[in-house]
């Protein structure tokens, strides 16, 4: 799967942004896609994922009630819709897609990644 993440910026602390990941190469029936970020000396963390058939989703704890994933199958794109942002959201994010076998939360369950967008939150 190619993946092609978009969408990144600056933005002020409580606004919102909107992430896409435009995915090609593959059945995506048969997918999971997720949205993972790596702060500056920080480790990359899972925010959020999608199973493509479905659509059951899983957050982290830090984004529940604030960021929501979700997936257009007519464009073969997820987004991330991310509100009441914060400072300590400032990280590089990034798109991940692999074979469906559950929602999974860790950047080793996934082979495919895009090439990151940066979100800046200014406090």
């Known amino acids: 799967v190619q993946l092609q993440a978009s969408g990144g910026g600056w933005v002020q602390a409580g606004g919102s942004l909107r992430l896409s990941c435009a995915a090609s190469g593959r059945t995506f029936s048969s997918l999971v896609m997720a949205w993972f970020r790596q702060a500056p000396g920080k480790e990359r963390e899972f925010v959020a994922g999608?199973?493509?058939?479905?659509?059951?989703?899983s957050y982290s704890d830090f984004a529940k009630g604030r960021f929501t994933i979700s997936r257009d199958k007519a464009k073969n794109t997820v987004y991330l819709q991310m509100t009441s942002l914060k400072p300590e959201d400032t990280a590089v994010y990034y798109c991940?897609?692999?074979?469906?076998?559950?929602?999974?939360?860790?950047?080793?369950?996934?082979?495919?990644w895009g090439q990151g967008t940066l979100v800046t939150v200014s406090s």
């Open positions: 991940a897609a692999d074979i469906y076998r559950g929602v999974g939360n860790r950047n080793t369950e996934y082979e495919s």
């Open positions: 999608i199973s493509w058939s479905v659509g059951s989703t």
